[in-house]
């Protein structure tokens, strides 16, 4: 019986999701098919239910769900509670079982594709969603010495520190409102900086929050947005001498450990870097928004 999985999340316009999981399906002969789904808030307890069909293996979560599905699973995962998203479900006969594979993948892609060992670093994230929930968890495991988180609205900047306070050890942790004092006061002592927003991706087409001209030769800037390859943020950075990191292995190595709990099997992770590469070109290709 064919079986299906899929991305939920709004408004999908070019996810990649569907191209490298289904890569990867293919290429180990599962006959499973993943497709988009986009959904709406008002939509959103609706496909919760269909993915508890016998049909549906799971899914996964993105903008701007990853919070909200947290109170429509059965049960979560220790990294999900930890981090208050869950960017992957797993369906087994019925009960909806929640992940956070978004912490794993940004601690490797830091590590294998940016050469970064947060330990003892001090880090900047620009955001307070979902993915920047993940970025703080992640960097507070590994023992980031500072981690301050910058957001438009600050009580919601505010509440994510302090739900992962508990779990700061001996990190300073803060947050700032997005302001260019805010920016001034951070951008020169740190190591890291993370853009967990979705300004400056192909779907959501906002300026970086970020003033370009604080940022430092020798930093790491990494770009959690994987459309474009190349973000005008990783541009300007690297006209200023700092390193970049973009979003792709991120994407690609969350959706890797998302696959390996739906399917109980080694994700063939090469397979899937080569059709989210291609997925990006082709769509940058044809101009699509």
């Given at each position: ?26 290429h180990l002969r599962l006959d499973v098919v993943y497709e988009a789904w986009p959904t709406p808030d008002d939509g959103l307890e609706t496909r919760m239910k269909t993915v508890r069909s016998p ?235």
């Amino acid at each position: 019986m064919l079986k299906y999985l899929g991305v939920i999340g709004f408004p999908l316009k070019r996810s990649l999701s569907p191209a490298f999981q289904q890569a990867a399906l293919d290429h180990l002969r599962l006959d499973v098919v993943y497709e988009a789904w986009p959904t709406p808030d008002d939509g959103l307890e609706t496909r919760m239910k269909t993915v508890r069909s016998p049909r549906v293996i799971g899914a996964n979560v993105t903008i701007p769900h990853k919070e909200a599905v947290m109170r429509m699973v059965d049960e979560v995962d220790e990294t999900a509670a930890r981090v208050g998203a869950a960017n992957t479900i797993v369906n087994r006969e019925g009960r909806l079982f929640g992940y956070n594979t978004d912490v794993s993948g940004l601690t490797r892609a830091l590590a294998e594709d940016g050469g970064f060992e947060s330990a003892g670093k001090r880090v900047v994230v620009a955001g307070a969603g979902g993915a920047a929930r993940a970025a703080v968890a992640g960097l507070l495991e590994a023992g980031a010495v500072s981690v301050t988180v910058i957001n438009r609205t600050l009580s919601r900047a505010n509440r994510l520190v302090e739900d992962l306070r508990p779990y700061a050890d001996q990190t300073e942790l803060r947050a700032l409102p997005e302001t260019y004092a805010s920016w001034a006061a951070v951008m020169g002592v740190c190591d890291l900086l993370l853009n967990c927003t979705s300004a400056g991706s192909a779907a959501f087409d906002s300026e970086s929050p970020v003033p370009f001209e604080l940022i430092r030769s020798g930093m790491l800037v990494g770009d959690l947005i994987y459309d474009p390859a190349e973000t005008v943020l990783m541009t300007e950075a690297r006209k200023r001498g700092a390193l970049v990191l973009g979003g792709l292995p991120m994407l690609v190595y969350q959706g890797a450990a998302s696959f390996e709990l739906w399917m109980g099997r080694k994700a063939p992770v090469d397979v899937m870097f080569e059709a989210a590469r291609s997925a990006v070109e082709a769509g940058a290709a044809k101009g699509v928004k």
